[in-house]
């Protein structure tokens, strides 16, 4: 039976500036409108933390069940290492998701009927990454889902269900998020090429293979600081987000410098990291202005 670190362990909290960092940017785009609800944004925010915690759990389940956890370099994985067993993963994902959905329900009745149709989109998108008979993140669609629910979706969401509206502002700062959220699955996934060419994973990664994929993590990280100067036309103080600068630098120089498998740790933790600072600065900033 897994332990209470293990299973906190394979929550993978790394993960969490991913669901973090859309919701001070989007309360950030609202209250630049002079429409923040804070009790909407912490209802987003536990939203956005059951979501993700919920779609770790189900990856774990389903890569786990399939194999493909057997040999992988990182976090612990419950279903793979047999430390816990795959029903009770299961019930965790499902547990974690009927959360979001259930506190998501509040903001849906509260804003908007047809935000339920998004919901529900998300908790299918968190699910069928890894689950059922054809994956979409076994066939490179990864980068590209997270991109629409943790960059887009969670942005612009947060900052409709407090505005009532969405703006150019909250767009690039969706956009800037969601490269930022891309660019740490490009690292989770370019570190795993190896164990998941074999195992049958066709990520982006696998696709595109090492070279191109450390470019592409390059291009991520240079877009949310072109969003940066493009927010100036909002606020000047969108500048102070450049601040995150240094920590980008940092997240890429193992992608940059050809690290693999354990040597790509800690640039998935700076990516995360650089994330969560870009947006801490950039929400910080559309509020002032």
């Keep these: 039976m897994a332990s209470a670190a293990q299973w906190l362990e394979g929550a993978r ?42 779609v770790n759990y189900a990856n774990d389940y389903s890569d786990g069940i399939r194999g ?11 279903v793979g290492s047999g430390v816990a067993s795959p029903g009770a993963v299961r019930a965790a994902a499902i547990a974690s998701l009927s959360v979001g959905a259930v506190v998501g329900l509040v903001l849906v009745f509260t804003t908007a009927w047809w935000l339920l149709l998004i919901g529900a989109g998300c908790l299918a998108g968190a699910w069928f990454y890894t689950g059922g008979r054809k994956p979409y993140g076994y066939s490179g669609f990864g980068e590209i889902a997270v991109f629409v629910f943790f960059g887009l979706v969670a942005v612009l969401g947060t900052e409709f269900v407090q505005a009532h ?12 998020v969601g490269a930022f959220s891309s660019a740490v699955l490009v690292t989770n996934n370019l570190r795993d090429i190896p164990t998941d060419s074999v195992t049958g994973k066709t990520t982006l990664a696998v696709r595109l293979g090492d070279t191109r994929t450390r470019t592409l993590h390059l291009v991520l990280m ?58 801490i600065l950039a929400g910080i900033a559309l509020a002032v202005g």
């Design 68 to 78: 493909t956890d057997d040999e992988r370099v990182g976090p612990l994985r419950l």
């Design 13 to 54: 909290p790394r993960t969490l500036p991913n669901a973090i960092a859309p919701i001070l940017v989007g309360t950030g785009a609202a209250a630049s409108l002079d429409a923040a609800v804070w009790w909407k944004a912490l209802l987003a925010l536990v939203v956005s933390l059951a979501l993700i915690i919920g």
């Design 222 to 279: 240079v877009v949310p600081f072109v969003a940066s100067l493009v927010l100036v036309a909002r606020t000047p103080w969108a500048l102070l987000s450049l601040l995150a600068l240094p920590l980008a630098i940092r997240s890429n120089n193992p992608v940059r410098g050809g690290q693999q498998g354990p040597g790509l740790i800690p640039s998935l933790r700076d990516t995360g990291l650089a994330m969560l600072a870009w947006s």
């Design 165 to 176: 509206r969405i703006d150019w502002a909250g767009a690039v700062g969706a956009v800037a």
